[in-house]
């Protein structure tokens, strides 16, 4: 199943679009010719990444953990005089530690940009593309949701939730035109760890660096999967084996290892 092909008055949103994976996605829907809508907090990187990527790139500024802010952004996308025919939840922050010792409010302010944004956009975006016949939606996962993840374990769940949802999705879109995909990367040099609390050295002796996977690449692989409706794709040869690995054996099996292993725990 193909993109939508773009067009003057047709557009990707992009979520989290301001570094790392959703910059990349940004780019590379430019280059295809498509208006991209960068939605992220921060306006300054918005505004620098759009002046690079020329005429048809729109910064939306936006906290995606802010209902009302999320509720704006159809009418924003509208105003632009944009059609949004590919939606891309890429937005997404993890709290490191103890469910024992966590701050409530950090951890629904994740649950509120990983899951709520992901549910309220898809419910948004996804009724004009159903009316159209024509769409695609890429919902950023990671390869945490075929386990349980003890030391992240909000993060870990929330995109579980993500990747029920996206299959969920295929299932209600079939025959509609529009299509759904989960992109499930493994671990990213973007800063994202260093935003949740890991050191560098955490997150390198915590996952092989033959695991890691430059952001442009997990950017592409999304892409890819997307333009051919695969229902879920896993950037990377030995991430994907580790991935069918994970998917198989009780957690219960698993959680002696992954709690040993997770900077977290060890701390603790």
């Known amino acids: 199943m193909a993109l939508p092909p773009p067009g003057n008055d047709r557009a990707a949103i992009i ?3 301001s570094s790392g994976i959703g910059e ?3 780019g ?7 208006h991209v809508v960068l939605v992220a907090r921060s306006a300054d ?3 620098a990444l759009a002046a690079g990527l020329g005429s048809q790139a729109h910064p939306l500024p936006a906290d995606l953990s802010d209902r009302t802010a999320r509720a704006g ?7 632009l005089g944009l059609v949004p025919d590919i939606l891309i939840n890429n937005a997404g922050l993890s709290t490191l530690g103890l469910v024992a010792k966590s701050v409530p409010e950090q951890e629904l302010n ?3 940009v990983d899951v709520a944004a992901v549910v309220d956009l898809c ?3 996804l009724p004009g593309m159903v009316d159209r016949h024509r769409g695609a939606v890429l919902n950023v996962a990671s390869m945490a949701a075929f386990m349980p993840l003890p030391g992240q374990a909000a993060y870990g769940a929330a995109k579980a939730f993500v990747l029920s949802y996206t299959h969920s999705l295929r299932g209600e879109l079939r025959g509609t035109g529009v299509t759904a995909t989960a992109l499930c990367p493994g671990p990213v040099d973007t800063g994202f760890g260093e935003t949740a609390g890991f050191t560098k050295e955490e997150a390198d002796s915590a996952l092989p660096r033959v695991m890691w996977v ?5 950017a592409q692989a999304g892409i890819d999967g997307l333009a051919a409706g695969k229902a879920v794709v896993v950037p990377g040869r030995v991430n994907q084996v580790a991935s069918a690995f994970f998917r198989f054996p009780p957690p219960e099996l698993l959680l002696p290892v992954l709690a040993r292993n997770h900077p977290a725990l060890k701390r603790d």
């Not at 590379?28 to 498509?34: D, T, V």
């Open 15 to 17: 979520t989290g679009a």
């Open 24 to 26: 990349q996605f940004a």
């Open 28 to 34: 590379i829907l430019s280059r295809r010719g498509y």
């Open 45 to 47: 990187r918005l505004e």
């Open 73 to 79: 952004l159809p009418d924003r996308v509208g105003a």
């Open 110 to 112: 994740l649950v509120e």
């Open 123 to 125: 419910s948004r975006f």
């Open 214 to 218: 430059p952001a442009e690449k997990v």
